[in-house]
């Protein structure tokens, strides 16, 4: 069955970086795009980055672009987003997706505050 389990959240001060990482497994991992999303409390579930299945292509939210960035590892089945220059205004849950597959995982949550 497809697992996708985000880690590496937690609490930084803005202007502080984390690394997030969502290790897959259940599907061809390599065969997909994927792309992380983020969901603040009241709002709805947003895209913040994507990448190609080879990991040749990206793109980003303008809300983070600059700052944030994907990357994939297909050897090792897991999806990455390095996030730099954190505000509080990215505090959200955060989640990877595999493009075409109906599946959340259970997202990591991110918190920027002093």
């Known amino acids: 069955q497809v697992q996708l389990v985000e880690s590496g959240g937690g609490l930084v001060q803005p202007g502080g970086s984390l690394r997030l990482s969502c290790a897959a497994s259940?599907?061809?991992?390599?065969?997909?795009?994927m792309s992380w999303h983020r969901q603040a409390p009241g709002k709805e579930r947003e895209l913040v980055a994507y990448i190609t299945s080879a990991g040749g292509s990206t793109n980003y939210a303008d809300s983070v672009k600059g700052r944030f960035t994907i990357s994939r590892d297909n050897a090792e089945n897991t999806l990455y987003l390095q996030m730099d220059s954190l505000k509080p205004e990215d505090t959200a849950v955060y989640y990877c997706y595999a493009r075409g597959i109906p599946f959340w995982g259970q997202g990591t949550q991110v918190t920027v505050s002093s």
């Open positions: 259940g599907f061809t991992f390599s065969s997909y795009a």
